[in-house]
């Protein structure tokens, strides 16, 4: 068995609808839904080797399209920069509290992104 790098399962979201129905599904399976590759296997009808070969190729076809497009880097830099501003702004106090409460409306929003 090899390593699962988590970071496909990511990289699945933003360029999953670009695979194959079947080798999404496949790769879903093995990094979303933890199964392994026998139990695939079974599911699906394929060999044990033929999954192995379709999450290998998907992992590969999901690693170059984010060395060409970085949008889950993007992505995983807007958030911690997003963490950083709604950190720093709660930690503002002013004297005014319609500040305050503006403030405190930001950061609620802030928290509030669903990533």
């Known amino acids: 068995m090899f390593n699962k790098d988590m970071h496909i399962s990511l990289l699945l979201d933003f360029y999953g609808e670009v695979l194959s129905e079947r080798r999404r599904q496949v790769t879903e399976l093995y990094y979303n839904d933890d199964l392994s590759l026998a ?10 080797q033929g999954v192995r070969d379709s999450v290998k190729k998907s992992e590969s076809e999901l690693l170059e399209l984010e060395e060409k497009l970085g949008l889950a880097k993007r992505f995983e830099e807007l958030k911690a920069e997003i963490a950083k501003i709604s950190s720093t702004l709660s930690s503002v106090k002013s004297e005014d509290e319609g ?16 990533f």
């Open 39 to 48: 139990e695939i296997a079974e599911i699906t009808g394929i060999s044990r």
């Open 99 to 114: 500040i305050n409460r503006e403030l405190n409306s930001i950061v609620e929003r802030l928290n509030g992104l669903n």
